[in-house]
């Protein structure tokens, strides 16, 4: 069988409109997604829950404080908010998900948090689709958007997303781990660097700041330090713990795999790029990659505290207020969360999640309070937190100070 050849001159983009439609890539990632999560919590997810658990505030019987003086303000990416947290991005570019980001805006709109939408990259290829999002942002003119792409794509692309949402800032993502169990992936990584660079120049001569983040599987000290090589000085680090890409599209090539079958032309259909055939290619053994958020945000830290200018969002597998407080603690300028609305939005609507977004803005402030401190930079120089042996060994190994 002769093994299909990739021209490496073209774009991520062109390979995945190629194979299959976004549209039905995107639908699919909220459907497993949810799916996902009403199944048995996986060991390592358990496992990095764990560590973040056995991470504990010195508790001070005397906080000489009352609740009404802390400020739970925070920035993102040059965006004040009145919360230390913000919509993550998520999806879009569909009916489905259209309507989903509706909702978010709404939330957005009622309770003054940033939001950050899914990957534009389908306005890329169908600028008909402009109308969404120019509808989104007349119909919420009162929400900071951050708008969001990979970073394969071009200095244009960045300010097209950019200029139709009207967005304060710009996330880039990167996704090479999905990109590898994705059924239609992209095989070729050069060049994101590059693109990087440009992108962050170009939108710096317009005021608009640029947040690297993953999708899932952390950020290295060394990626960390190559980004703000580049002028970098947001990254959000999409820990592991949280939305699991992997496991979404290795389910999805599961799920094409019985659609399909395995004979044939079928199997000639799902071969990636050159590699094996499909039938093999079950990557469940890769379920547990990456690194945690917690020890992302201390990766993260050990370069921000040689460059003051860094800035970090933790972000991934946010379970309450708690585990924003004490991701704040440990040097996070702002927390992320996705999976959080996602599933408030589905379950709860815009009135539920609303009502949830308040609940937990005043458990932060509670528990903030408890610690006896002000604010965020409060918390992050005086409430004392242990760190767990784990962790400990970890930092170690990686010559983290903590």
């Given at each position: 069988?002769?093994?299909?050849?990739?021209?490496?001159?073209r774009s991520h983009q062109?390979?995945?409109?190629?194979?299959?439609?976004?549209?039905?890539?995107?639908?699919?990632?909220?459907?497993?997604?949810?799916?996902?999560?009403?199944?048995?919590?996986?060991?390592?997810?358990?496992?990095?829950?764990?560590?973040?658990?056995?991470?504990?505030?010195?508790?001070?019987?005397?906080?000489?404080?009352?609740?009404?003086?802390?400020?739970?303000?925070?920035?993102?990416?040059?965006?004040?908010?009145?919360?230390?947290?913000?919509?993550?991005?998520?999806?879009?570019?569909?009916?489905?998900?259209?309507?989903?980001?509706?909702?978010?805006?709404?939330?957005?709109?009622?309770?003054?948090?940033?939001?950050?939408?899914?990957?534009?990259?389908?306005?890329?290829?169908?600028?008909?689709?402009?109308?969404?999002?120019?509808?989104?942002?007349?119909?919420?003119?009162?929400?900071?958007?951050?708008?969001?792409?990979?970073?394969?794509?071009?200095?244009?692309?960045?300010q097209l997303v950019v200029?139709?949402?009207?967005?304060?800032?710009?996330?880039?993502?990167?996704?090479?781990?999905?990109?590898?169990?994705?059924?239609?992936?992209?095989?070729?990584?050069?060049?994101?660097?590059?693109?990087?660079?440009?992108?962050?120049?170009?939108?710096?001569?317009?005021?608009?700041?640029?947040?690297?983040?993953?999708?899932?599987?952390?950020?290295?000290?060394?990626?960390?330090?190559?980004?703000?090589?580049?002028?970098?000085?947001?990254?959000?680090?999409?820990?592991?713990?949280?939305?699991?890409?992997?496991?979404?599209?290795?389910?999805?090539?599961?799920?094409?795999?019985?659609?399909?079958?395995?004979?044939?032309?079928?199997?000639?259909?799902?071969?990636?790029?050159?590699?094996?055939?499909?039938?093999?290619?079950?990557?469940?053994?890769?379920?547990?990659?990456?690194?945690?958020?917690?020890?992302?945000?201390?990766?993260?830290?050990?370069?921000?505290?040689?460059?003051?200018?860094?800035?970090?969002?933790?972000?991934?597998?946010?379970?309450?207020?708690?585990?924003?407080?004490?991701?704040?603690?440990?040097?996070?300028?702002?927390?992320?969360?996705?999976?959080?609305?996602?599933?408030?939005?589905?379950?709860?609507?815009?009135?539920?999640?609303?009502?949830?977004?308040?609940?937990?803005?005043?458990?932060?402030?509670?528990?903030?309070?408890?610690?006896?401190?002000?604010?965020?930079?409060?918390?992050?120089?005086?409430?004392?937190?242990?760190?767990?042996?784990?962790?400990?060994?970890?930092?170690?190994?990686?010559?983290?100070?903590?």
């Amino acid at each position: 069988m002769t093994k299909p050849t990739i021209n490496p001159g073209r774009s991520h983009q062109e390979l995945v409109d190629d194979r299959a439609t976004i549209s039905s890539r995107k639908d699919d990632h909220v459907r497993l997604a949810a799916r996902i999560r009403s199944q048995e919590v996986e060991p390592y997810q358990l496992a990095v829950w764990d560590e973040l658990d056995q991470c504990e505030f010195i508790h001070q019987a005397l906080p000489e404080i009352a609740v009404d003086q802390v400020d739970i303000s925070s920035t993102v990416a040059g965006i004040a908010q009145s919360s230390p947290f913000f919509i993550n991005a998520m999806t879009g570019g569909t009916v489905g998900t259209n309507a989903l980001n509706s909702q978010l805006a709404a939330v957005a709109s009622r309770t003054g948090v940033a939001m950050a939408l899914g990957s534009m990259s389908i306005l890329v290829k169908k600028p008909e689709v402009q109308g969404f999002y120019r509808t989104l942002r007349k119909d919420n003119p009162n929400v900071n958007f951050i708008a969001n792409l990979g970073a394969e794509h071009s200095v244009e692309a960045a300010q097209l997303v950019v200029e139709t949402v009207d967005a304060q800032a710009l996330q880039l993502h990167l996704n090479a781990a999905q990109e590898i169990v994705m059924p239609e992936g992209s095989r070729d990584f050069r060049g994101w660097t590059d693109h990087i660079g440009r992108i962050v120049d170009a939108m710096d001569k317009k005021g608009v700041p640029v947040i690297v983040k993953e999708v899932g599987f952390g950020l290295s000290r060394e990626t960390v330090e190559r980004l703000y090589s580049l002028g970098v000085r947001w990254v959000d680090l999409a820990g592991k713990g949280g939305t699991n890409f992997i496991r979404i599209e290795n389910e999805r090539r599961k799920e094409a795999l019985r659609r399909l079958g395995c004979q044939g032309e079928a199997r000639n259909e799902l071969q990636l790029h050159g590699s094996a055939h499909a039938d093999s290619l079950d990557f469940s053994y890769l379920r547990s990659w990456g690194i945690s958020t917690l020890r992302s945000l201390l990766e993260a830290r050990s370069v921000g505290e040689r460059f003051g200018d860094l800035h970090i969002i933790a972000s991934g597998g946010v379970r309450n207020p708690l585990d924003v407080v004490k991701y704040l603690a440990s040097g996070a300028d702002c927390v992320g969360l996705s999976g959080f609305f996602l599933k408030a939005i589905q379950e709860e609507g815009v009135e539920g999640t609303v009502a949830l977004v308040d609940e937990w803005k005043e458990h932060i402030r509670l528990l903030m309070a408890l610690l006896g401190v002000r604010d965020i930079q409060d918390l992050r120089s005086s409430a004392s937190l242990v760190y767990p042996q784990s962790l400990v060994s970890y930092c170690r190994q990686r010559g983290i100070r903590l």
